[in-house]
């Protein structure tokens, strides 16, 4: 028996794969022998050359995951180029400071609102027309790429932890209602990790964040990539539902 991971009959849709955890999970499914049609937002210079280094098992196109408009057109343009999708990686989201004691109210509606169109309604556009293809090609995987919020509850950012409660809830619905089609769905939920996200609480906050991680660090993205190839792999198959921590130990659930 052999626990060897081997995606290469595998196709991945992995959505902010530019930069970031997104980059590290295409990079590490592409290893694993995955086609990756990834998506980015803003930085097309970094999605080009990430798609030149891999050559042709990589392909990207620009999405607003708020352009609810422009999903179904994602997942054909995914289809066309590697001919089927097998497992889709909702990573993109947002993450923006949004306290109670804020004075707009205008503000906090407005993060809330796109908060929301990215982190859930995006994820969920997604994965409903994702799930269209799989269950007429045998099934597939949706892995959401949750948050330590989504468990502990954020002082600043209660709308981006809702939103990543949102997803790991998600994860469930999809677990108990496609099974029966072969369609599987986990979630994994990073505490902080060295990302250009996290930078702004990391430069401010570096020694308490560290200080609330038994292992002592501030996680790396590659710490995170090679459990999605795995939950991508038939390896997990029994882990439906699931959502699995990556959090150094910041918070046990």
Same mark, same amino acid.
């Given at each position: 028996m052999t626990l060897a991971i081997d995606l290469s009959r595998t196709v991945v849709l992995v959505t902010g794969g530019s930069?970031?955890?997104?980059?590290?999970?295409?990079?590490?499914?592409?290893? $694993?022998?995955?086609s990756v049609f990834f998506?980015?937002?803003?930085?097309?210079d970094l999605a080009e050359l990430l798609t030149s280094e891999l050559g042709e098992r990589a392909a990207?196109?620009?999405l607003d995951m708020a352009d609810f408009a422009g999903? %179904?057109?994602?997942?054909? $343009?995914?289809?066309?180029r590697f001919g089927r999708l097998d497992v889709l990686v909702n990573n993109a989201a947002i993450f923006a400071t949004n306290p109670f004691d804020g004075d707009s109210f205008d503000a906090w509606r407005a993060g809330w609102r796109r908060t929301f169109d990215i982190n859930?309604?995006?994820a969920a556009d997604l994965a409903w027309l994702a799930i269209r293809h799989m269950r007429d090609h045998g099934g597939g995987r949706i892995i959401n790429i949750a948050s330590r919020a989504?468990?502990?509850g954020e002082l600043e950012h209660a709308d981006y932890g809702a939103s990543k409660a949102a997803l790991v809830n998600l994860t469930k619905s999809i677990a108990r209602s496609c099974a029966p089609?072969?369609?599987?769905s986990f979630a994994v939920a990073p505490g902080f990790i060295e990302t250009e996200m996290a930078a702004p609480d990391l430069d401010v906050d570096r020694p308490k964040i560290v200080g609330e991680i038994p292992v002592g660090y501030v996680?790396? %993205?590659?710490?995170?990539? %090679?459990?999605v190839a795995f939950l991508a792999s038939p390896l997990g198959s029994y882990l439906n539902g699931a959502t699995i921590d990556v959090n150094g130990g910041s918070y046990v659930r």
């Amino acid at each position: 028996m052999t626990l060897a991971i081997d995606l290469s009959r595998t196709v991945v849709l992995v959505t902010g794969g530019s930069r970031g955890i997104g980059e590290s999970i295409v990079r590490h499914l592409h290893a $694993a022998g995955a086609s990756v049609f990834f998506t980015y937002h803003a930085r097309s210079d970094l999605a080009e050359l990430l798609t030149s280094e891999l050559g042709e098992r990589a392909a990207a196109e620009r999405l607003d995951m708020a352009d609810f408009a422009g999903m %179904p057109g994602l997942v054909d $343009a995914c289809v066309r180029r590697f001919g089927r999708l097998d497992v889709l990686v909702n990573n993109a989201a947002i993450f923006a400071t949004n306290p109670f004691d804020g004075d707009s109210f205008d503000a906090w509606r407005a993060g809330w609102r796109r908060t929301f169109d990215i982190n859930v309604f995006g994820a969920a556009d997604l994965a409903w027309l994702a799930i269209r293809h799989m269950r007429d090609h045998g099934g597939g995987r949706i892995i959401n790429i949750a948050s330590r919020a989504a468990h502990r509850g954020e002082l600043e950012h209660a709308d981006y932890g809702a939103s990543k409660a949102a997803l790991v809830n998600l994860t469930k619905s999809i677990a108990r209602s496609c099974a029966p089609d072969g369609i599987l769905s986990f979630a994994v939920a990073p505490g902080f990790i060295e990302t250009e996200m996290a930078a702004p609480d990391l430069d401010v906050d570096r020694p308490k964040i560290v200080g609330e991680i038994p292992v002592g660090y501030v996680g790396r %993205p590659d710490q995170v990539a %090679p459990i999605v190839a795995f939950l991508a792999s038939p390896l997990g198959s029994y882990l439906n539902g699931a959502t699995i921590d990556v959090n150094g130990g910041s918070y046990v659930r």
